[in-house]
C-alpha cells in the first residue's frame, strides 16, 4: 500500500500528540491528580488514536480504489481493508 507522504507526515503528528498526551497522563497519576480529570485525558487520547487509525485507513482505502490491479496484488484487496476499517469501529 502507498500512503501518500503528507498522509505520514500528518500520522506521525498525530501520534508525537498522543505520545504527549500519555506522558501527561502518567504524570498526573503520579501528581495524585483528580480521577475524573485523568479519565477525561485517557478519553481524549483515546479518541485521538481511533482518529489516527481511522486515518491510515482512509489513505489506504483511497489508494486501493485507485490502484485495484496494485492493491489486490499487493495483498490490500479492498475487503481486506473494509475489515481493517471495521477493527477500528
Known amino acids: 500500500m502507498d500512503i501518500p507522504e503528507e ?8 501520534l508525537r500528540r498522543i505520545e504527549g498526551q500519555i506522558r501527561g497522563v ?3 497519576l503520579a501528581d495524585g491528580r483528580d480521577c ?5 485525558q ?9 482518529q489516527a ?3 491510515l485507513v482512509a489513505s489506504g ?3 486501493c480504489i485507485a490502484n485495484p490491479e496494485e492493491s489486490v ?7 481486506d ?7 477500528l469501529a
Do not use: N
Open 61 to 63: 482505502l483511497t489508494w
Open 73 to 79: 496484488a499487493s495483498g490490500y484487496a479492498l475487503e
Open 36 to 40: 475524573r480529570d485523568i479519565v477525561t
Open 7 to 14: 498522509d505520514i507526515a500528518d500520522l506521525t503528528r498525530r
Open 53 to 55: 487509525g481511522f486515518k
Open 81 to 87: 481493508v473494509q475489515k481493517m476499517f471495521m477493527k
Open 26 to 28: 502518567q504524570q498526573m
Open 42 to 50: 485517557i478519553s481524549a487520547a483515546s479518541k485521538a488514536l481511533d
